[in-house]
């Protein structure tokens, strides 16, 4: 029996990529329009001051380290902003693709908004939690237009030795899918606001 992929645009590469090398760029998700929507929510939900400096850890050994990582974030709880449908759209199809093809056992997906501010970073790790372990796939949205290089700010991936695999600019429509426990990876010192929707793809706890 052949099972057509759910996203056929793009199942070949994305299969393909994370079972090659545990990580896929995507290029032209979603429409500018759609990103630009996203950014005003963004705009509209800081001046509310719904946006708080990013931890790291979970549960009780979760804590402020801005030597580690100075992005700012919002989660992403129901209701969904209208303007981030997209992506929540998106994101189910990916999930309903990697679990027909991989049996996974994909359950949900948590989120939230970030922003870079210049001067930001996010220093070398890996996504999954050493004891609660239910991140499974990393998706990140990007929704910054006309990125340069020469602005910093690039997701930097390291393979198991310490080398850099790959250095990917966060350019608007871009979407990177890693699997959450095997890739090292860094966000390089940005010189501009750099934004972007950050989520998991889940097991269950
Ligand atoms: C993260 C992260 C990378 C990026 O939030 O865990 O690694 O490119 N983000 O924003
Ligand atoms: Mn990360």
Redesign the pocket.
């Known amino acids: 029996m052949v099972v057509e992929p759910v996203i056929p645009q793009f199942a070949p590469q994305l299969l393909e990529s994370l079972f090659l090398d545990g990580f896929c760029v995507l290029d032209s998700v979603l429409s500018a329009e759609e990103c630009a929507g996203i950014r005003q929510t963004i705009t509209h939900m800081r001046a509310e001051g719904e946006f708080r400096p990013?931890q790291i850890g979970t549960g009780p050994s979760k804590q402020l380290r801005p030597d580690i990582?100075c992005?700012w974030?919002s989660w992403l709880g129901d209701p969904i902003p209208p303007a981030l449908r997209p992506v929540f759209d998106q994101v189910e199809k990916i999930r309903m693709c990697l679990n027909q093809a991989w049996f996974l056992g994909l359950f949900r997906y948590e989120a939230h908004l970030?922003v870079?501010p210049p001067g930001s970073f996010?220093a070398k790790?890996v996504?999954q939690f050493r004891l609660v372990q239910h991140r499974k796939i990393?998706c990140?949205f990007?929704l910054n237009e006309n990125w340069l290089p020469e602005e910093g700010?690039?997701?930097v991936l390291y393979n198991q030795e310490g080398q850099v695999l790959r250095e990917?600019l966060?350019l608007a429509r871009r979407m990177?899918l890693m699997f959450a426990d095997r890739i090292p990876?860094?966000?390089a010192k940005t010189t501009r606001e750099?934004q972007?929707v950050?989520g998991w793809l889940c097991s269950r706890d």
């Open positions: 990013a990582r992005d974030v970030t870079y996010y790790h996504d990393s990140i990007y700010g690039a997701l990917i966060p990177v990876h860094a966000v750099r972007s950050t």
